[in-house]
């Protein structure tokens, strides 16, 4: 069974400032992809990031960055220059099986960001 | 449209009533998926279907929850004689490869 931790439940940064949110999964499987939603207090699910298990290098994507330690099976998301709109909340989602076309989602608990002036 | 809309986007119900939650996904994109989210949880997969075929429907809690795609495009998430357990946000999501991208969701309230 897969499973995705999110540790924290909240986090503060200042403005400008860069922050990691904490990512665990915990799967048997060779093949996956992780991944990094955005919902905002609109309520929509914005991607962020994808990283694939065989991927040698780190993903990015603008100001934001997969830190993916395979052996200690994390997949942290670091966002470099934080902005106000950045507030939201953020959620580690795992993808077990091979290849594109179709495989569900197992999401975290989501962790809550508040970027202060 | 260019991203996946849903409809309706509130539905407020009497509790045994019938309701019926639609999805457009993006143009083109062969798979589509239902997920359910609770109020401060992440999302929980429900079912997905790759063109008109449903694939897994190992999320669907009971058999009062039933989905179609009878064309491969449009799909509709059906929940008979809903109970106020059922009450939460119905997300769709279309792909056309590794991403997801979801649509704004239907919040159904059942009473």
């Known amino acids: 069974a897969q499973k995705i931790t999110q540790t924290q439940p909240g986090m503060f940064v200042q403005e400008k400032e860069a922050v990691t949110l904490d990512c665990t999964y915990d799967t048997s499987d060779p093949s996956y992809g992780l991944f990094w939603y955005k919902q905002p207090s609109s309520g929509e699910m914005i991607f962020l990031i994808y990283?694939?298990?065989?991927?040698?290098q780190n993903a990015t994507e603008g100001r934001y960055s997969l830190n993916f330690q395979k052996a200690r099976k994390s997949a942290n998301l670091v966002i470099s220059a934080s902005q106000l709109g950045d507030s939201a909340m953020y959620f580690c989602?795992?993808?077990?099986?091979?290849?594109?076309?179709?495989?569900?989602?197992?999401f975290g608990t989501g962790t809550q960001l508040k970027v202060e002036l | 449209g260019a991203g996946v809309s849903q409809s309706p986007r509130y539905k407020v119900t009497k509790r045994g009533q019938d309701v019926a939650l639609r999805c457009d996904p993006i143009s083109g994109h062969v798979s589509l998926y239902w997920y359910r989210q609770a109020l401060g949880q992440g999302p929980e997969f429900l079912t997905y279907f790759n063109y008109e075929a449903q694939q897994d429907k190992s999320g669907l809690p009971n058999d009062r929850f039933s989905a179609e795609r009878p064309e491969g495009s449009i799909s509709t998430l059906t929940i008979q004689r809903t109970e106020q357990r059922d009450s939460a946000m119905y997300r769709c999501?279309?792909?056309?490869?590794?991403?997801?991208?979801f649509g704004p969701g239907t919040r159904l309230l059942v009473l």
């Open positions: 990283q694939g298990s065989y991927d040698q």
């Open positions: 989602a795992m993808r077990d099986a091979p290849g594109g076309g179709g495989n569900k989602l197992t």
């Open positions: 999501a279309s792909s056309g490869g590794e991403t997801q991208y």
